[in-house]
């Protein structure tokens, strides 16, 4: 296994389709006087070349190694590109935002900037304090002064 390769994996999640081919297949050794984990190792040696031959083996991952690029070059140049280009992306943003600038400088301008404040409280206010009623004809009062004149 490679330091950027994962490890290969038998695909057991296929084993319901091949059950019997595997047991099938499946050399069990003789039993003998050897110990238990002679007897348990060549046990699971076989079973995982049996499996391995019907239910074939995943391809290895392959990772990236992710320190590769971190070297003082490449940070290096990461930090002057970058000081290189906040120059003229601010540049671009005041030029954007002057126009609208000198538009807020005028008396419309002003005018402008309160009915933005006005929309942005009404749009904050609370619902809740929506009055309605109904008038005696049968038609809704929505406004104020109507309604406090019933």
Known sequence: MNSTTGPKRIKWWKLQDHKEAVTRKNV????????SNIIWSTLCNSVITTA???LSVTKSA???DKQADKT???LQNYVT???ATKRPV?????????????????????KDIYQ????????????????????KDGKRLQDKQEILQQ
């Open 62 to 64: 392959h990772c990236i």
């Open 28 to 35: 069990f050794p003789p039993i003998s006087v050897a110990t």
């Open 90 to 110: 601010a540049e671009t943003r005041a030029e954007h935002y002057q126009d609208l600038y000198d538009c807020l400088e005028t008396r419309e301008g002003e």
């Open 116 to 135: 933005l404040a006005k929309a942005q409280k009404k749009a904050a206010q609370d619902i809740e304090h929506y009055m309605c009623m109904k008038h």
């Open 52 to 54: 391995s031959e019907i």
């Open 81 to 83: 590109t970058k000081r």
């Open 72 to 74: 003082e070059e490449n």
